[in-house]
């Protein structure tokens, strides 16, 4: 029952985010209180990612060797770096056409290598694939990037600093469930 809870979840996250570039005039004819709608869809769709996530039992489909830890923690200061730069005032946000959702891959990827089964597979594996999706449905809509003026190195620094901040928050909320260290 919990991985067709986890299923939903993610397919539930596909269709809220999705919905805007797959359907643009039923999403456009519901308005401002459409906003509303798709942000109810996507708390639901994390609650029940999380519920499915945490409730299923573990079967294991392969077994990460120990040192993909150390390459995860590597991986998840990329990833929260580039969630940030697409809000940066410096020139990172200048670097890459989709850094949210490219911060979503590194991310995705990161718990792959650290998360050999089926349930995180289902979750990280769906996750990766849908930032992947939507970078491509994206690109399609709007094939011409217009690159953002870069802003002074002062907003780059900041987000070096904003970065290891949340890395710091992210590790410690994360150590209350599974340690994200070895040992």
């Not at 798709?38 to 708390?43: P, S």
């Not at 891959?105 to 990766?128: C, E, K, P, Q, R």
């Not at 217009?146 to 002062?154: I, L, S």
């Not at 780059?156 to 040992?183: E, K, N, Q, Y």
């Given at each position: 029952?919990?991985?067709?809870?986890?299923?939903?979840?993610?397919?539930?996250?596909?269709?809220?985010?999705?919905?805007?570039?797959?359907?643009?005039?039923?999403?456009?004819?519901?308005?401002?209180?459409?906003?509303?709608?798709?942000?109810?869809?996507?708390?639901?769709?994390?609650?029940?990612?999380?519920?499915?996530?945490?409730?299923?039992?573990?079967?294991?489909?392969?077994?990460?060797?120990?040192?993909?830890?150390?390459?995860?923690?590597?991986?998840?200061?990329?990833?929260?770096?580039?969630?940030?730069?697409?809000?940066?005032?410096?020139?990172?946000?200048?670097?890459?056409?989709?850094?949210?959702?490219?911060?979503?891959?590194?991310?995705?990827?990161?718990?792959?290598?650290?998360?050999?089964?089926?349930?995180?597979?289902?979750?990280?594996?769906?996750?990766?694939?849908?930032?992947?999706?939507?970078?491509?449905?994206?690109?399609?809509?709007?094939?011409?990037?217009?690159?953002?003026?870069?802003?002074?190195?002062?907003g780059d620094i900041r987000l070096v600093v904003i970065t290891l901040v949340m890395f710091a928050v992210f590790t410690g909320i994360h150590s209350l469930f599974v340690s994200p260290f070895p040992g």
């Amino acid at each position: 029952m919990f991985f067709a809870i986890l299923i939903l979840g993610v397919a539930l996250w596909w269709a809220a985010h999705l919905f805007k570039r797959i359907a643009p005039d039923a999403r456009s004819n519901m308005g401002d209180k459409g906003r509303g709608v798709i942000a109810a869809l996507v708390g639901i769709s994390v609650l029940l990612m999380i519920v499915g996530f945490r409730g299923t039992e573990f079967i294991a489909v392969w077994y990460p060797p120990a040192w993909t830890v150390h390459l995860n923690n590597l991986m998840m200061l990329g990833a929260i770096f580039l969630l940030g730069a697409g809000h940066s005032k410096g020139r990172a946000r200048t670097w890459f056409r989709h850094p949210m959702l490219m911060g979503i891959i590194v991310w995705t990827s990161a718990h792959l290598l650290v998360n050999g089964d089926l349930a995180a597979i289902i979750l990280f594996g769906g996750l990766g694939l849908w930032a992947l999706t939507s970078i491509a449905v994206i690109n399609r809509a709007e094939p011409v990037w217009q690159r953002p003026e870069a802003g002074p190195a002062k907003g780059d620094i900041r987000l070096v600093v904003i970065t290891l901040v949340m890395f710091a928050v992210f590790t410690g909320i994360h150590s209350l469930f599974v340690s994200p260290f070895p040992g």
